[in-house]
């Protein structure tokens, strides 16, 4: 198994950024593809983006606005760990942010096949 942990989150005024990290620790990181999710209240939690195991792919969600030109997903194997960086930071992405990982090399936004989970950061974003 892999654990992992977030951090990175905080407060931040819309327009700002955050950098969030998910450091690994367990089973060999580089075997996993990392994916950020997160779940604001009263939401389901939703698919945000993915990284293959070599970070040479990656895939962000559609279905919010613009996140893949404002998010940045990316990994480190050598520290084992995985960053979303957030620019331009709107009131709508504040939410709890979670990173998850598993052990395919297929990026998918079902967080069913996700069987490794952190305990999350929260993000707010003030408007």
């Known amino acids: 198994q892999v654990q992992l942990v977030e951090s990175g989150g905080g407060l931040v005024q819309a327009g700002g950024s955050l950098r969030l990290s998910c450091a690994a620790s367990?089973?060999?990181?580089?075997?996993?593809?990392m994916a950020w999710f997160r779940q604001a209240p009263g939401k389901e939690r939703e698919f945000v983006a993915a990284?293959?195991?070599?970070?040479?792919?990656?895939?962000?969600?559609d279905s919010i606005d613009s996140v893949k030109g404002r998010f940045t997903i990316s990994r480190d194997n050598a520290k084992n760990t995985v960053y979303l960086q957030m620019n331009n930071l709107k009131p709508e992405d504040t939410a709890v942010y979670y990173c998850?990982?598993?052990?395919?090399?297929?990026?998918?936004?079902?967080?069913?096949?996700?069987?490794?989970w952190g305990q999350g950061t929260q993000v707010t974003v003030s408007s």
């Open positions: 998850a990982g598993r052990l395919h090399n297929i990026m998918t936004r079902d967080r069913i096949q996700y069987g490794f």
């Open positions: 367990g089973r060999t990181f580089s075997n996993y593809v």
């Open positions: 990284i293959t195991w070599s970070g040479g792919s990656t895939y962000y969600v």
